[in-house]
């Protein structure tokens, strides 16, 4: 993978929330929902920031001790994860802003006194999909409720 990439989070259909240090995120694409928990957590903040692969692997090295060869595979291994779930896509305006250098992960000193390095997971649910479905709320654009996405049909609620 690229280490200058850079992704962002498909919004409007992903919708998320970040709370501590855990995050739920929601598809309405496909009803599924999703939490991560502490190096994913860590992960989505960077996406959600901008950052380039190569700086969001630096910061997982910064952050937890463990092997860098494994941090770095699995850094990448679960961006792919959230590509193939449609959570988040390749931002082709971001990877020319940094430069390459930049995108590269740092060298780093062993230090004690961090978290050992736990793969992140991302958890997945389909359990409410058929009712996540229904709502009408994802079939509005971006502008939000009561926007309608061209070509949604009309509902006519009962009174």
Not at 33 to 41: I, Q, W
Not at 111 to 134: H, I, N, R
Request: proline share 8%; charged share 30%; glycine share 8%.
């Amino acid at each position: 993978m690229n280490l200058s990439l850079r992704f962002r989070i498909k919004k409007p259909p992903v919708v998320y929330e970040v709370m501590g240090g855990e995050v739920i995120i929601i598809n309405f694409d496909n009803g599924d929902y999703y939490s991560l928990d502490r190096c994913g957590c860590d992960i989505w903040r960077s996406i959600e920031d901008g950052k380039a692969v190569g700086r969001i692997i630096s910061e997982v090295l910064d952050s937890y001790q463990g092997r860098s060869q494994d941090i770095q595979n699995e850094v990448i291994r679960f961006l792919g994860e959230l590509e193939r779930e449609n959570l988040i896509v390749r931002d082709p305006l971001g990877t020319s802003a940094e430069s390459e250098a930049d995108a590269r992960p740092a060298p780093r000193p062993t230090e004690s006194g961090k978290p050992a390095f736990v793969a992140p997971f991302l958890q997945k649910y389909s359990d409410m999909q058929e009712l996540l479905l229904l709502d009408p709320i994802h079939e509005v654009d971006e502008r939000g409720w009561p926007a309608r996405k061209p070509g949604s049909p009309e509902r006519k609620d009962a009174d």
